[in-house]
């Protein structure tokens, strides 16, 4: 639980007073999981929204918008599964969990969960 606070205060409102900090991070937990369901969704639409206004290709916001697709489907925001999950967000997606487990463990803990 920590651990997900640290995480939430150091990305939430990140030019926020820590007043309005603690207030945003106070409302993302109280919404439980519906609520983590439909942060999930925003970002994901609104990054695919955002590459699409930078004039990437559909096929890139796609790939954005489905980054937190997961292979057995159980991922968000559309539930896709296996190979209907596009490629580049099956790659962006590896890439994006190499980065945390770097950031949690370093380069032994990417080596043993890849070994996986």
């Known amino acids: 639980m920590q651990a997900c606070v640290s995480f939430s205060w150091a990305h939430v409102a990140p030019e926020a007073s820590p ?24 970002r994901c639409e609104r990054g695919a929204q955002i590459a699409r206004d930078l004039g990437f290709s559909e096929s890139t916001a796609l790939a954005i918008r489905c980054l937190d697709e997961h292979w057995n489907g159980q ?23 190499i980065e945390v487990f770097d950031q949690l463990g370093g380069v032994r803990k990417v080596h043993e969960i890849v070994s996986e």
């Open 19 to 42: 007043l309005q900090k603690i207030l945003k991070v106070a409302a993302l937990f109280a919404t439980g999981p519906e609520g983590a369901r439909k942060l999930v969704e925003s």
């Open 75 to 97: 991922g968000q925001p559309d539930r896709p599964k296996g190979e209907e999950i596009p490629l580049l967000a099956r790659i962006l997606g590896i890439a994006q969990t």
